[in-house]
């Protein structure tokens, strides 16, 4: 999935960068934009969140995020610097690769 682009201050940039950089100020250097949900087209600033080049690798890299313990019992996870970190349990596999996918919002 291609991200969206547009043009601010007269340059090409990505959307997502822009909603950031409207509603927090500039992104300190080293630290990228990330879409909470994994959605490249979803760029809602609630969706979005600065994080580390590290965290941004370790979120590409990652899993789904969550086993299937049971009928409808999915409980969520994520390996972050080489710990298991176990984020409850959902009744749908949706609910638990959300909470996978929003572990770096607490820290």
Not at 21 to 50: V, W
Not at 60 to 73: D, E, H, M
Not at 86 to 98: R, V
Request: net charge positive; charged share 20%.
């Amino acid at each position: 999935m291609i991200y969206k682009q547009c043009k601010m201050n007269g340059k090409q940039t990505y959307l997502h960068r822009k909603v950031w950089i409207e509603a927090n100020g500039e992104i300190p250097k080293g630290m990228h934009i990330d879409h909470i949900n994994g959605n490249k087209l979803d760029n809602r600033i609630e969706n979005l969140q600065c994080i580390t080049e590290k965290q941004n690798l370790q979120r590409k890299n990652s899993s789904k995020g969550y086993a299937l313990l049971g009928p409808n019992k999915y409980q969520a996870q994520k390996k972050f610097n080489n710990k298991q970190h176990h984020l409850g349990l959902f009744g749908t596999a949706c609910g638990a690769y959300m909470a996978n996918r929003m572990f770096f919002i607490g820290i």
